[in-house]
Nanobody
Framework: VQLQASGGGLVQAGGSLRLSCAASGRSFDIYYMGWFRQAPGKEREFVATVRWSGASTYYADSVEGRFTISRDSYENTVYLQMNSLKQEDTAVYFC????????????????????WGQGTLVTVSS
């Protein structure tokens, strides 16, 4: 499976952006799709994930209530709607997919994912 992320850009604090990540290839065996981000000089961190079957979601505390992850199973696309953006949300955002079941564990770790897309830069200005 290949992942193509898009939708990044420059936005003022308080504004909104929607990121998209389209999966192609062997996308029928996806179990989770998630978003991670990496700010300059920092490690990559979990943002949100959605379980492909059932669409249950999970968020990092830092984005809970501001970001919404969703998926379109027909288009094999996952979205990240980001509202009330803050300067600390500035980062390169990466989408990722996991193509194996994980049981009751929520896929929040980098190691849970086996496929990564290229990053898309989100810059939030003051």
């Amino acid at each position: 499976v290949q992942l193509q992320a898009s939708g990044g850009g420059l936005v003022q604090a308080g504004g909104s952006l929607r990121l998209s990540c389209a999966a192609s290839g062997r996308s029928f065996d996806i179990y989770y799709m998630g978003w991670f981000r990496q700010a300059p000089g920092k490690e990559r961190e979990f943002v949100a994930t959605v379980r492909w079957s059932g669409a249950s979601t999970y968020y990092a505390d830092s984005v809970e209530g501001r970001f919404t992850i969703s998926r379109d199973s027909y288009e094999n696309t996952v979205y990240l709607q980001m509202n009330s953006l803050k300067q600390e949300d500035t980062a390169v955002y990466f989408c990722a997919a996991r193509r194996a079941p994980l049981g009751v564990v929520v896929a929040t770790s980098i190691s849970h994912y086996d496929t990564w897309g290229q990053g898309t830069l989100v810059t939030v200005s003051s």
